[in-house]
């Protein structure tokens, strides 16, 4: 057996496989991804079937020798849900357990504090749940002839949901401070509100915490040990992964780099815009003179007049860029990334990539790669569904292995 699965039984370490699989598996693919005896898999998947953990789900043909049964973890099995709270957009995705999309859907935010946000989100929870239900009895429908078992996507339970929320979180309490980008300027308790709206384990952490996680879950970070994702969209924020693991800092406060104190002391009651974000942007084109027309109405059409060389949208995306190079700066005095990776609605701007990167070289002691999300505004939302993947797949392991020693 593999040092990776040492110390677990050989269904525990089949259903982990399967669980991170994305296409279903032969049993001789199994055995030599996990490196376990054949004999053992045999035994392993049927246990397993019986169980209610893994579905005979075809025939692989085509290919030279005996066509080989294919199996894996059934949509019966769970699904899990991924929420993003983000001050314009609101997004939802539910997914397999293994965190493949089954719906989505997004929403404009409707910034009037917690309460309001909470119940947007719960509703909106219900509506995808409904639609992932009806794609699932369709699709099981049109089932392959060979698969021994037809699931009924009705009894699929829900059994995590991945949160997203801007500010600081206390992943403890659920009580988030600073959530100024959906109207709420005093600390909310946002864990309590969630959990009433929904029958699941609800998983509460900051967005570009989440973001970070998504990267390095499928995104442009799986082969990075320590990054940081630098998120420039209404706001500004960092998530920080060292040495392999989220850091959170003792508060839940790292990473918070809209608290950098560009034009002075930036104090912490302070609900003014973010210094880097979009709000600020446009706050600043609205205060300079010379526009051909009136100033640009979103950042999208800034960054279009700035590349088009209209001098005053010049000057605000410079400004942009070379604070947000700063903010790279300072963030790999401290950390020392292998890489930056930039997203949101204003960080994946090419001309804020390039620009940015290049300010940060000249101060930074050791520049690093700058890159491009690979999931640009949905990475918070990615994140969420990876971190409520894990509980559900933790989960999963933790009743089979009970099941087992019951047995």
């Known amino acids: 057996m593999s040092r990776a699965f040492a110390g677990m039984s050989g269904v525990s370490v089949v259903l982990r496989h399967l669980l991170a699989a994305s296409t279903p598996q032969s049993r001789p693919e199994v055995a030599a991804a996990c490196n ?42 769970g699904r899990v849900a991924g929420i993003d709270i983000g001050g314009v957009n609101l997004r939802v995705e539910v997914c397999d357990v293994r965190g493949e999309r089954l719906a989505g859907a997004r929403r404009l935010t409707v910034p009037e504090g917690g309460a309001s946000v909470v119940r947007q989100a719960g509703d909106l929870l219900a509506e995808t749940l409904a639609e992932a239900d009806t794609r699932t ?50 600390p909310y308790d946002f864990q309590s509100g969630l959990a009433s709206a929904i029958n699941a384990p609800v998983l509460l952490e900051n967005n570009v915490n989440l973001a970070a996680i998504g990267e390095q879950w499928r995104g442009a970070a799986q082969a990075l040990n320590t990054f940081v994702v ?34 002075g002391v930036r104090r912490r009651g302070s609900s003014a815009p973010d210094h880097a974000g979009a709000v600020a942007l446009l706050r600043q084109a609205q205060a300079r003179s010379g526009w051909r027309g009136g100033p640009p109405d979103d950042v999208a059409e800034l960054f279009d007049r700035a590349a088009e060389g209209e001098e005053p949208a010049l000057a605000v995306v410079e400004d942009e860029c070379r604070r947000v190079g700063h903010i790279i700066a300072a ?74 020693a019951q047995a």
């Open 137 to 186: 009895a369709a699709a099981a429908t049109v089932t392959d002839a060979d698969a021994d078992t037809e699931i009924d996507a009705g009894s699929s339970p829900l059994l995590a949901v991945g949160v997203s929320v801007p500010g600081i979180v206390d992943t403890a309490s659920g009580l988030v401070e600073f959530a100024w980008n959906v109207g709420q300027g005093e």
């Open 230 to 263: 630098i998120a420039v969209g209404a706001g500004v924020g960092a998530g920080i992964v060292h040495n392999g693991a989220l850091l959170r800092g003792a508060h839940g406060a790292a990473g918070e780099v809209a608290f950098f104190p560009f034009d």
């Open 36 to 77: 376990v005896s054949r004999p053992t898999v045999f035994s392993a998947i049927a246990r397993l079937e019986d169980l209610g953990f893994v579905a005979r789900t075809g025939q692989r043909s085509g290919v030279p020798g005996r066509s080989a049964a294919l199996y894996e973890v059934p949509a019966g099995a």
């Open 331 to 404: 963030v790999c005095v401290v950390i020392d990334p292998e890489a930056v990776i930039l997203t949101g609605g204003v960080g994946g701007n090419d001309l804020l990539i390039e620009r940015a990167s290049d300010f940060a070289a000249q101060v930074a002691p050791v520049p690093p790669p700058v890159v491009r999300s690979r999931f640009g505004e949905r990475a918070s939302l990615v994140g969420a569904v990876a971190m409520a993947v894990r509980h559900a797949q933790d989960g999963l392991l933790t009743r089979l292995e009970t099941l087992e």
